[in-house]
């Protein structure tokens, strides 16, 4: 009988593929269905209730709406980073706090780089009456961004297949001039903190209107996120490029900013407002019942495979262009 001595060596070679291969390309296979709209709309009630009274940084409401995010973080697995998951910081003498819990990287040489994913979930707490309302609920501005990081953590948290570590930041202060972002900035780089990259979400409540892609990335053209997100992603136009928001320097107006200026790193916000879409920034309408949850949901998902890559590569391969 003929011997076929390359046998073994190939069964050998499957078995090291199948060890070696990606732990993000097995999960992309049990992305869809995930992020279920009904979940994205229970924590938006929430959040964007009258009880939580617009979440203004300093006030007892805001208090709650932590609590809340504390609460999701743990049932999701997330660890704090700091001693509790509250980063306290002051603001004159407004007693305020960002949220942090992390889900640690599972590869020995990358679980000390981090990526930050990130969103705001302060509020202006009131705005000018309507028909005797004055409660500004901050739906879309930004318990929408809040409830998409809530939901990745959950989905992260439970996978604990990324090699580097994820850190899950939610921030005060952002209404008040980024405050939190800049504390939290400046805190980590004194830890001398390897920060590769800083994704952050804003007002992603509602679609856009007339694009070929899903949502818009401020500092467009600062780096190549989008370019490689889209890559990472299939070949799907994930993230484009928005002209509004480069002509009013979104870039600069948002938390990715002090984390840019820190580190010199790719730090950039993911938001879906296109100025023509959604009728009540910063206006006591910005309601609940005003969110596409179909659309959160699909849009929160879509994000799943650029951020699974940008974990899991070997090289870090988001960059700022020169």
């Given at each position: 009988?003929?011997?076929?001595?390359?046998?073994?060596?190939?069964?050998?070679?499957?078995?090291?593929?199948?060890i070696?291969?990606?732990?993000?390309?097995?999960?992309?296979?049990?992305?869809?269905g995930e992020?279920?709209?009904?979940?994205?709309?229970?924590?938006m009630?929430?959040l964007?209730?009258?009880?939580?009274?617009?979440?203004?940084?300093?006030?007892?409401?805001?208090d709650?709406?932590?609590?809340?995010?504390?609460?999701?973080?743990?049932?999701?697995?997330?660890?704090?980073?700091?001693?509790?998951?509250?980063?306290?910081?002051?603001?004159d003498?407004?007693?305020?706090f960002?949220?942090?819990?992390?889900?640690?990287?599972?590869?020995?040489?990358?679980?000390?780089?981090?990526?930050?994913?990130?969103?705001?979930?302060?509020?202006?707490?009131?705005?000018?009456p309507?028909?005797?309302?004055?409660i500004?609920?901050?739906?879309?501005?930004?318990?929408?961004?809040?409830?998409?990081?809530?939901?990745?953590?959950?989905?992260?948290?439970?996978?604990?297949?990324?090699?580097?570590?994820?850190?899950?930041?939610?921030?005060?202060?952002?209404?008040?001039?980024?405050?939190?972002?800049?504390?939290?900035?400046?805190?980590?780089?004194?830890?001398d903190?390897?920060?590769?990259?800083?994704?952050?979400?804003?007002?992603?409540?509602?679609?856009?209107?007339?694009?070929?892609?899903?949502a818009?990335?401020?500092?467009?053209?600062?780096?190549?996120?989008?370019?490689?997100?889209?890559?990472?992603?299939?070949?799907?136009?994930?993230?484009?490029?928005?002209?509004?928001?480069?002509?009013?320097?979104?870039?600069?107006?948002?938390?990715?900013?002090?984390?840019?200026e820190?580190?010199?790193?790719?730090?950039?916000?993911?938001?879906t407002f296109d100025f023509?879409?959604?009728?009540?920034?910063?206006?006591?309408?910005?309601?609940?019942?005003?969110?596409?949850?179909?659309?959160?949901?699909?849009?929160?998902?879509?994000?799943?495979?650029?951020?699974?890559?940008?974990?899991?590569?070997?090289?870090?391969?988001?960059k700022?262009?020169?």
């Amino acid at each position: 009988m003929r011997r076929y001595r390359f046998l073994p060596a190939l069964g050998a070679l499957l078995l090291m593929i199948l060890i070696v291969l990606p732990v993000h390309s097995q999960a992309l296979k049990n992305i869809e269905g995930e992020i279920l709209p009904d979940e994205v709309r229970l924590s938006m009630e929430y959040l964007a209730s009258d009880e939580l009274a617009g979440r203004n940084t300093g006030s007892g409401e805001i208090d709650m709406a932590a609590e809340f995010i504390e609460d999701k973080f743990s049932e999701s697995g997330l660890k704090p980073y700091f001693e509790t998951y509250r980063d306290s910081f002051m603001i004159d003498d407004l007693h305020a706090f960002n949220i942090v819990g992390i889900v640690e990287g599972v590869d020995e040489e990358l679980k000390d780089e981090y990526i930050i994913i990130g969103a705001h979930y302060d509020h202006i707490g009131e705005g000018e009456p309507v028909d005797g309302d004055k409660i500004a609920n901050g739906a879309n501005d930004n318990a929408s961004g809040t409830v998409g990081v809530i939901e990745l953590a959950k989905y992260f948290g439970t996978l604990k297949e990324n090699k580097r570590s994820l850190m899950f930041v939610l921030f005060s202060g952002e209404e008040k001039g980024l405050k939190g972002s800049k504390h939290l900035a400046e805190k980590l780089k004194g830890e001398d903190l390897d920060l590769y990259a800083m994704v952050n979400l804003e007002m992603i409540g509602v679609p856009m209107k007339a694009k070929e892609y899903l949502a818009y990335i401020t500092g467009y053209e600062n780096s190549n996120l989008a370019e490689k997100f889209n890559e990472y992603s299939g070949g799907e136009e994930i993230l484009g490029f928005l002209p509004q928001a480069k002509q009013l320097s979104l870039f600069k107006r948002s938390d990715n900013y002090p984390f840019h200026e820190e580190f010199g790193i790719p730090a950039q916000t993911i938001c879906t407002f296109d100025f023509s879409n959604y009728p009540y920034y910063h206006h006591v309408n910005d309601e609940a019942e005003f969110m596409d949850y179909e659309h959160m949901a699909a849009l929160v998902e879509k994000l799943l495979p650029g951020l699974l890559k940008m974990a899991n590569t070997e090289e870090k391969e988001i960059k700022l262009t020169d």
